[in-house]
């Protein structure tokens, strides 16, 4: 019964070649929560594309221009599904939670479901109380609020 041992060497071979921290960041294959600092440099590297959310459709293509947000030095800005969006926030000092502060929207009037859409988005993304990340997505958290999941876009111009 040759079987046997080989299992076992090749058992203890995967367990040795395993990660004991669990999957590296950036590889799709688990959530990964940071630091503030690490979390900032990773917020403000790229821009973020919401691409789903468990509330209205989310805005794209033929049904509205994508919500895509820039993070910078304290400030979020981006489009909001009608409006232009602007807010500030701040990380920390607990790793992976964040404090999104004061969501406003410029007042141009669209299709009463962007509107909609718009409104609720503001107040969910207003809401969020946590960051994390997943491979090239970004996950903004809040109790009782579905999860918003962007994903990254490279920076215009960089």
């Known amino acids: 019964m040759r079987i ?3 299992l076992a060497v090749l058992t ?3 367990a040795a070649c395993s ?3 669990g999957p590296a960041e950036g590889t799709g294959a688990g959530p990964v929560v940071l630091s503030a ?5 990773r917020l403000t590297a790229n821009r973020w594309e919401l691409i ?3 509330g ?4 794209h293509g033929d049904n509205g221009e994508p919500v895509i947000l820039t993070f910078a030095e304290g400030r979020v800005s981006g489009h909001a599904g009608c409006n ?3 807010a500030g926030y701040e990380l920390g000092p607990e790793a992976g939670s964040i404090a999104i502060k004061g969501p406003a929207t410029t007042r141009m009037t669209c299709a009463e479901g962007r509107m909609k859409f718009e409104a609720a988005f503001t107040k969910a993304f207003g809401a969020a109380n946590a960051v994390r990340f997943e491979g090239d997505h970004l996950y903004l958290d809040s109790p009782g609020v579905p999860s918003l999941k ?3 876009r490279e920076l215009q111009g960089g």
């Open 19 to 21: 990660s004991p921290g």
């Open 150 to 152: 962007f994903h990254l």
């Open 56 to 59: 209205p459709p989310v805005p």
């Open 37 to 41: 600092a690490e979390a900032g440099k």
């Open 12 to 14: 203890i071979t995967l």
């Open 52 to 54: 789903y959310w468990e």
């Open 84 to 86: 232009r969006m602007m």
């Open 4 to 6: 046997i041992p080989v």
